[in-house]
């Protein structure tokens, strides 16, 4: 079993569940977490992150309904085999999440569509 490294924002506007899950999302999606691989029993999360083990079960029980893991009674939580249609849904998620805070800031800003697309096409010709 692996010991996570999660941080925990007490001043952050996202649930303390939410941290977590996000956390774990994020490294299974960076191969941080391999499939397969056991993680730390809620009590053990929860008492690294000094926080209830209701907490850390919110977190796993959604990360098994989002099939990021599951967990075997009894053996434990482990990371679930990648269901890459699944990362990549929800990379593209993510990715609309920005472009509606992007979409805000220029509609606040008065910043036209045709610039917003030509810093995107900056952006991505940069990183040919």
Do not use: W
């Not at 925990?8 to 977490?33: G, H, R, T, V």
Request: proline share 3%.
């Amino acid at each position: 079993m692996i010991r996570l490294n999660i941080i925990i924002s007490n001043s952050s506007d996202i649930p303390i569940f939410k941290q977590i899950k996000n956390a774990i999302k994020e490294a299974i999606c960076n191969d941080e977490l391999m499939e397969e691989e056991a993680l730390p029993s809620v009590r053990v999360l929860a008492n690294d992150l000094k926080i209830s083990f209701l907490t850390v079960k919110r977190a796993y029980d959604e990360l098994e309904q989002e099939g990021f893991i599951k967990t075997i009674p009894g053996k434990g939580s482990f990371v679930a085999p990648k269901n890459l249609e699944l990362i990549h849904e929800e990379k593209l998620k993510e990715i609309q999440e920005y472009i509606e805070k992007i979409y805000d800031i220029s509609k606040i800003s008065n910043i036209t569509k045709e610039e917003v697309v030509e810093l995107f096409k900056i952006i991505f010709e940069e990183d040919l």
